[in-house]
């Protein structure tokens, strides 16, 4: 097997010498290397792929996963993210929504070494002060319109305001807007998984609500 990879990623570089904008030689190419474990070379032709056709969502989803791989969290993020709008109903925007989600919750948790964040606690807060005389159909709406934002790939670790709702006036971060979905889901659906972990905020905001 990896003899027939070996000759095929050199059937692949012949390719290019021939033709440079070859875009399936360069994203196969890359898929060859990838799976030898030369995440930086295969970045390279991943990135050579793109070039050709920026649209290409296995190209795009390719490069993401190299970066993820070199330990570029920001530039994989920024790659899943356009693999998902490439197409957000295939196959690959699943596999991108999940590693968006896997990576927010590493860096989610990597900021305090495992312990709650206290930006959480307060925004979970905030969510709890906010639904406390709310109808709870309301709440549903409020947080089944931030799940639905949530698909896109909210940034958590992006601390501007710069998201709306229509359901809830005002301007949110990312991570405001998880907060308010995870203690809206607490109210009508406890034992839901939104997919972000909140738990050890929630606890304490609880815990502070009077």
């Not at 002060?129 to 409020?142: G, Y």
């Not at 809830?168 to 997919?195: C, H, N, R, W």
Request: net charge negative; with cysteine; aromatic share 10%.
């Amino acid at each position: 097997e990896f003899r027939r990879v070996l000759f095929r990623s050199e059937e692949l570089r012949n390719g290019i010498g021939r033709d440079p904008v070859n875009l399936w030689a360069h994203r196969n190419l890359a898929v060859c290397l990838g799976q030898e474990g030369q995440f930086a070379e295969a970045k390279e032709h991943f990135l050579r792929a793109v070039g050709i056709s920026e649209n290409d969502q296995t190209s795009l989803l390719g490069l993401a996963n190299c970066y993820e791989a070199l330990e570029d969290i920001g530039a994989a993020d920024e790659y899943y993210r356009r693999a998902l709008k490439a197409d957000e109903f295939s196959e690959m925007a699943q596999q991108a929504k999940e590693a968006l989600t896997r990576l927010t919750r590493e860096s989610f948790r990597n900021k305090t070494g495992g312990s709650e964040r206290m930006d959480g606690v307060m925004y979970c807060l905030a969510a709890l002060e906010k639904f406390e005389k709310m109808p709870l159909e309301e709440i549903q709406k409020i947080a089944f319109e931030i799940g639905m934002l949530g698909t896109q790939g909210l940034k958590v670790s992006d601390t501007q305001k710069t998201y709306r709702l229509k359901s809830l006036p005002g301007e949110y971060t990312a991570l405001q807007l998880v907060s308010y979905m995870y203690a809206g889901f607490k109210m009508f659906a406890p034992d839901q998984d939104i997919g972000f972990d909140l738990s050890k905020e929630y606890a304490v905001a609880q815990s502070l609500f009077v």
